[in-house]
Structure formats: C-alpha cells, structure tokens
C-alpha cells in the first residue's frame, strides 16, 4: 500500500527530479476533505544505485473542482530521503529533496491538458536538478474512438552536476482499447541531451500491452 501510494503521489512516475522506491515496507497516511486531499508515506527502501538502504518521505496535497468546461486536479508534492546517496565527488553522503507542482485539467469533452514543474536540490550527484513539462491527452471519441487516448508532451530539464546541461524530450503516444480491459499503447520518445563534449540524441519506441482486471 505505500508504495501504490507513492505512485498516486509522484507528479509523474518518470520525472528525472523525482527518486522512486521499491516495493518496500512502509506506512501510509490518507486523508480526504470535500475537493481536498492529503497523502503522506515513509518508506524503508533496500538499496540505491550506490547499493545503501534509505528512508524516504513524501507528502502530496490536492485539490479537486469542477468547472464548466470539465474536472480539474491541482496538486503539490514534496520529497526526501535521508542522506544515503554519494555527492559528485563520491567523497560524502548527502540526502535528496525534491517540489514537484502539477496541474491536470480537462478543457472540453475530448481534450485535456497537463504541467508539471519539479526541482530537486545537487548536494547528491544528480542527472538532473529542474524539470518544466507540459502536454495534452486527446480522447479518441473526436473520431468515434471514445476509449482510445492520443497524448502529446514535451519537457524541458536542465541539467544536474553529472556532466549535462540540459534535455529536451518529446513524447506522442496512441493507446487503443481492444476490449473493456485489454489495451495496446504505441510510444514514441525523441531526446536530446546537450552536454559539455557534444549533444547526444536519441529515439525511443515502445508497445506495451496493459490488461485490467
């Protein structure tokens, strides 16, 4: 449970400025209040990439309301760890904190939009210490498709104390509803990534396959 709830709490579970746990044993707190609500989870994670076991803590806060042009979630996160995660040196151990703000809000029956904003702090050696992303999720019902997605997005990051500057990603994907619960998602991922000795790009093409039960 609290790492399902982590997930729900994570801005977006890929976000370069955010450290994601395990399934590990932890506690959670929920709270729910009309449009409002709170989520706070602390986790034993067994090991990093530096191969020591952390704590970590989160907290999310939410707010829900609908509009007439359709239902819109607002959210804050923040995030730490304990100091377990080596700095750029490799010399000493420093903790992580990161703020992630995001937004998602429908703006008519088939289109919504989404942002996030994250910063997370470099005393640990970091790929990335700031991420600006936005995009738009479009339903298939524009074109008689109503449980089929088209989602566009594009983030920019700017680089951390490992060696890049900044990155720049676009993502296009298409999901489509075979049955009430069987989709089949195509994903495309085009980055570059500038760094001191030259710009590196790279493209990423994905299916994926997801059953609901």
Same mark, same amino acid.
């Not at 210490?129 to 524009?142: D, R």
């Not at 085009?190 to 790279?202: E, F, P, Q």
């Given at each position: 449970?609290?790492?399902?709830?982590?997930?729900r709490i994570s801005?977006?579970?890929?976000?370069?400025?955010?450290?994601?746990?395990?399934?590990?044993?932890?506690?959670?707190?929920?709270?729910?209040?009309?449009?409002? /609500?709170?989520?706070?989870?602390?986790?034993?994670?067994?090991?990093?990439? &530096?191969?020591?076991?952390?704590?970590?803590?989160?907290?999310?806060?939410?707010?829900?309301?609908?509009?007439?042009?359709?239902?819109?979630?607002?959210?804050?996160?923040?995030?730490?760890?304990?100091?377990?995660?080596?700095?750029?040196?490799?010399?000493?151990?420093?903790?992580?904190?990161?703020?992630? !703000?995001?937004? &998602?809000?429908?703006?008519?029956?088939?289109?919504?939009?989404?942002?996030?904003?994250?910063?997370?702090?470099?005393?640990?050696?970091v790929t990335h210490?700031?991420?600006? /992303?936005?995009?738009?999720?479009? /339903?298939?019902?524009?074109w008689g498709r109503?449980?089929?997605?088209?989602?566009?997005?594009?983030?920019?990051?700017?680089?951390?104390?490992?060696?890049?500057? /900044?990155?720049?990603?676009?993502?296009?994907?298409?999901?489509?509803?075979?049955?009430?619960? !069987?989709?089949?998602?195509?994903?495309?991922?085009?980055?570059?990534?500038?760094?001191?000795?030259?710009?590196?790009?790279?493209?990423?093409?994905? !299916?994926?396959?997801?059953?609901?039960?």
């Open positions: 449970m609290a790492y399902e709830t982590y997930r801005a977006e579970e890929n976000a370069p400025t955010g450290f994601f746990p395990s399934y590990d044993k932890g506690a959670v707190v929920e709270l729910d209040r009309g449009p409002w /609500s709170f989520r706070a989870v602390v986790m034993q994670v067994g090991e990093n990439d &530096d191969g020591r076991g952390y704590t970590f803590y989160g907290g999310q806060a939410a707010y829900t309301r609908t509009s007439p042009r359709g239902e819109g979630t607002y959210r804050i996160i923040i995030a730490g760890t304990d100091d377990k995660f080596l700095d750029p040196s490799g010399l000493r151990q420093e903790g992580l904190t990161q703020i992630t !703000l995001s937004a &998602d809000q429908q703006i008519s029956d088939h289109i919504g939009i989404f942002l996030r904003f994250g910063w997370q702090d470099d005393d640990a050696a210490n700031a991420l600006y /992303s936005g995009g738009v999720n479009i /339903s298939g019902g524009m109503p449980n089929d997605t088209l989602g566009i997005g594009f983030a920019h990051l700017d680089g951390g104390n490992t060696g890049i500057s /900044s990155t720049h990603a676009g993502e296009v994907y298409y999901s489509v509803a075979i049955t009430d619960h !069987l989709s089949i998602t195509g994903d495309i991922q085009l980055m570059k990534d500038n760094m001191s000795g030259g710009d590196a790009k790279g493209a990423i093409f994905s !299916l994926r396959a997801t059953k609901e039960y």
